[in-house]
């Protein structure tokens, strides 16, 4: 069994703090730790590197920090510590560019159908960050109580019917649903396993089949794209997976392998 590296150990350890201290503290350190888009009051630029710390349930930091010692390891022995967490880090960043990119067409996409309201941009922010959460749910009620008073000072009380209301309801969802977790940095270090161990034999937890890593990481993705695109989640139900943020930081990680390879640097450690 291989041992655990340094910066991977260190990795899973943040991880856990961060977990186990957003469960005490609540939704304060959800609201500030949490990758927010930048249309939320709840944005802060430093959510770019926190959201990677933070997982929403004991399933979602499982599966990812059981992911990470197994493929993190590996490749933290080839290329050095500071190689591998700058690597791990630009993935992450990139899954998260990537979701925040896929985030503001779906958000432009809802609000075309309500722009026959001509509402303003100050008037927009407000009805995209309307509270209208009980804490597990969206509510289409409380988001009425919040969009009435919006919409009567703006003069456009008259004008809304269900298809704006449904856009507008769509689009601050959108705004409001924060991103978290380390899958797009994994999916960078999957990527990376697969240029490096090409034939090494993988297997999912719920399919038993021994599968070669250049087979099994591309056949991933294109799961992963597809569930994205159709908006369906493997295990049924919405699943509330970010799946471009799988996507992405694959895309970083194949960027970045390439480049090391094209450059022969592949096999070079930083420290």
């Not at 010692?69 to 510590?81: H, I, N, P, V």
């Not at 930081?249 to 640097?265: R, V």
């Amino acid at each position: 069994m291989m041992n655990i590296t340094p910066v991977v150990k260190q990795l899973l350890i943040i991880n856990v703090i961060f977990f186990i201290g957003s469960q005490i503290v609540g939704d304060p350190a959800r609201n500030l730790l949490s990758l927010f888009y930048p249309g939320s009051d709840h944005f802060q630029i430093w959510q770019l590197i926190t959201h990677m710390f933070m997982h929403g349930n004991l399933m979602h930091i499982f599966f990812n920090m059981f992911a990470l010692f197994s493929f993190g390891s590996a490749l933290e022995q080839f290329w050095g510590g500071k190689k591998f967490i700058f690597f791990y880090i630009s993935c992450g960043l990139g899954a998260a560019l990537l979701q925040l990119g896929v985030n503001y067409l779906e958000i432009q996409n809802a609000l075309e159908a309500s722009s026959s309201l001509d509402l303003s941009n100050n008037t927009l922010h407000q009805i995209l960050n309307i509270n209208f959460s009980d804490g597990t749910h969206y509510r289409s009620d409380l988001f009425l109580q919040g969009l009435e008073p919006i919409l009567q000072n703006a003069g456009k009380v008259n004008l809304a019917n269900e298809a704006n209301i449904k856009s507008l309801f769509e689009a601050a969802m959108q705004n409001q649903t924060p991103m978290v977790g380390a899958s797009g940095a994994i999916y960078g270090l999957l990527v990376a396993f697969a240029f490096m161990f090409p034939n090494a034999e993988l297997m999912m937890m719920f399919i038993p089949v021994p599968v070669k890593a250049k087979y099994f990481v591309p056949g991933l993705l294109a799961l992963d794209l597809f569930l994205g695109v159709s908006g369906k989640s493997i295990f049924g139900g919405s699943g509330g997976v970010a799946h471009f943020a799988h996507i992405g930081g694959a895309i970083i990680g194949f960027l970045m392998m390439w480049y090391w390879k094209k450059n022969q640097f592949n096999s070079n450690r930083w420290n």
